[in-house]
């Protein structure tokens, strides 16, 4: 037998190895208790990368998984939420370590090992129409384009802090939290200080208004600009809905802008707007849109970063642009996504082009095939390519994912 063909087969007994033993333990774990319920998730995946400034290629398993406990509520006061992780590899071939990221000869694949607390946070609901986080916990503002848990990582980002939310009288729910650390998708423990508000209104039925402010105190927070601080603020208002129905179709819009600037002693050089506009038609089978977005540039100097943001839900799979140039990023792309019985199609194609000086980064396709047996397994396939444009070093990368989900 080839070496190849019986690493393959080994990295499938694994995968079968473990499957085999969630399943195994899922009948207790899947016991509903008077006193709370336990969760549970698997999540195994495949990767495959290849980037045209690397000599080797990146292959090999991935895997986490999740167990928690969720008390029921405890004198109508509040309840407990407890989780932990383990993330690891299987015959990995890759480079997991961004701080290698320009000397290994593998393309990264940013996955490390990890285990540990995911979730340790306690509600407190003893105020009607309030609800009080504390402790461990995934964030998720509005549609996760500035503050996400980047769940696409099999170590998702967390944030240990107190959050609160309360939804008005006058139909409008307000949202405030402060976060002193952050568990990375890479397993680290940061300190921060992170403070977010926000508030949202429905002015009519189909249409929500969003007003934020979110002021993020880390000088070193994964924004590659050079900067000795790159502390930031942002405000912005944000507008999405239906604009109106036609039989059986809907047409959907969003719209948003937003300013970033210095905060808490950022380089002054940190200024620049952020503005995105879409829409497009959606039925019972599938949508189809166009969204323009644009991270600003200040003259060249800067472009708006978003270190905390979902990198997988915006400017392409292949994550080539995961840190904004200083030109700034304009990305106008095309949404897909269609329906057939347990088969979910989703496509995105993306055009780049920098925000000054009239750059051509280059575009991006990325396409994905799921298959749900029911709502608690899945299995999905996603490839992504990204071509730069004809001016820029920038290499070619080719990204190919298979991931099997498992959830109670």
Request: charged share 20%; net charge neutral; glycine share 10%.
């Amino acid at each position: 037998m080839h070496k190849r063909a019986f690493r393959r087969k080994s990295w499938a007994l694994r995968i079968v190895a473990a499957g085999a033993a969630a399943l195994a333990a899922a009948p207790v774990l899947a016991q509903e208790s008077p006193a709370g319920r336990f969760t549970f998730e698997l999540r195994p995946r495949y990767n495959h990368i290849e980037e045209s400034d690397k000599p080797e290629l990146t292959r090999g398993g991935t895997v986490r998984i999740l167990a928690g406990y969720a008390s029921a509520p405890i004198d109508g006061m509040m309840r407990i939420v407890l989780e932990g992780i383990h993330a690891d590899q299987i015959d990995p071939h890759f480079n997991d370590n961004g701080a290698d990221f320009a000397t290994s000869p593998f393309p990264l694949l940013p996955d490390p090992k990890y285990t540990g607390i995911n979730q340790a946070y306690i509600d407190f609901t003893g105020i009607e129409s309030a609800r009080v986080r504390a402790g461990r916990q995934v964030v998720r503002m509005d549609n996760q384009r500035w503050v996400s848990d980047n769940n696409f990582r099999q170590t998702p980002q967390v944030f240990d802090g107190i959050s609160a939310r309360y939804a008005t009288p006058f139909g409008v729910e307000l949202q405030g939290a402060y976060f002193g650390q952050v568990r990375t998708t890479s397993g680290d423990e940061e300190d921060l200080n992170l403070t977010l508000l926000h508030a949202a209104w429905n002015p009519l039925p189909g249409h929500a208004l969003v007003a934020y402010g979110y002021f993020h105190d880390q000088p070193s927070n994964g924004a590659f600009t050079g900067f000795a601080n790159n502390s930031y603020r942002v405000a912005g208002v944000r507008a999405e809905g239906s604009a109106f129905r036609a039989g059986r179709f809907d047409f959907p819009y969003e719209a948003e802008v937003a300013w970033q600037r210095p905060y808490a002693g950022g380089d002054s050089r940190i200024d620049a707007k952020y503005w995105r506009l879409g829409g497009g038609a959606a039925c019972d089978w599938g949508v189809l849109r166009y969204d323009y977005e644009v991270k600003g540039s200040n003259g060249g100097r800067y472009g708006v970063q978003m270190p905390l943001t979902d990198f997988y839900a915006f400017n392409g799979w292949t994550l080539h642009f995961f840190n904004t140039p200083r030109q700034g990023l304009r990305d106008g792309w095309i949404t897909l996504k269609a329906g057939w019985q347990n088969f979910t199609f989703y496509g995105e194609s993306h055009r780049f082009r920098s925000d000054y000086g009239s750059i051509d980064f280059g575009k991006e396709l990325d396409v994905g095939l799921t298959y749900s047996w029911n709502e608690n397994m899945t299995l999905r396939l996603q490839n992504a390519r990204y071509d730069p444009g004809a001016n820029t070093p920038d290499p070619t990368v080719r990204k190919v994912w298979v991931t099997f989900t498992w959830t109670y």
